[in-house]
């Protein structure tokens, strides 16, 4: 996911050229190894603690797994989104010249594409490689 929005958002910005290419390839393993230990220590930390608090009182098993689910994709799109997204304002020198709103309106921009992109292209590849590794589910 980080892979692909860093390239969308580079895409966006340099446009398709050699130049954006060779950046985003000079960029893209310390951007994956970023988003894997900030996801590892901070955002699946905070999903935790998220779920722990927001299914406390319930007893059904299958209604916890299902909002524990849909917490955890929620915290980790918003999270990782805005961690993102603001490390690379940070990077490219532009969050300092941005103003409170373009800041939350580049923000949501971020989300929104993030949100297709999983949804559209990341958790259908991630359904596929699961189905695979343990096997599609028998039918009826």
Excluded at 6 to 26: C, D, E, K, P, Q
Excluded at 95 to 117: D, K, N, R
Excluded at 131 to 140: E, L, S, V
Aim: some cysteine; hydrophobic content about 55%.
């Amino acid at each position: 996911m980080a892979g692909s929005m860093s390239w969308l958002g580079m895409a966006a910005n340099a446009g398709i050229n050699l130049t954006m290419w060779r950046v985003y390839l000079l960029s893209i393993v310390p951007t994956i190894i970023f988003a894997f230990v900030f996801n590892l220590l901070i955002a699946s930390t905070l999903s935790t603690l998220l779920i722990k608090w927001w299914t406390r009182g319930m007893a059904n098993a299958d209604a916890i797994h299902l909002k524990a689910g849909t917490i955890r994709s929620w915290t980790m799109l918003l999270v990782m989104c805005f961690t993102m997204s603001t490390r690379a304002l940070i990077m490219n020198g532009t969050l300092g010249h941005m103003t409170a709103v373009q800041f939350v309106l580049s923000f949501f921009e971020t989300l929104t594409s993030a949100y297709f992109i999983r949804e559209l292209f990341i958790m259908p590849a991630v359904r596929r490689i699961m189905a695979r590794t343990h096997g599609t589910p028998k039918q009826g």
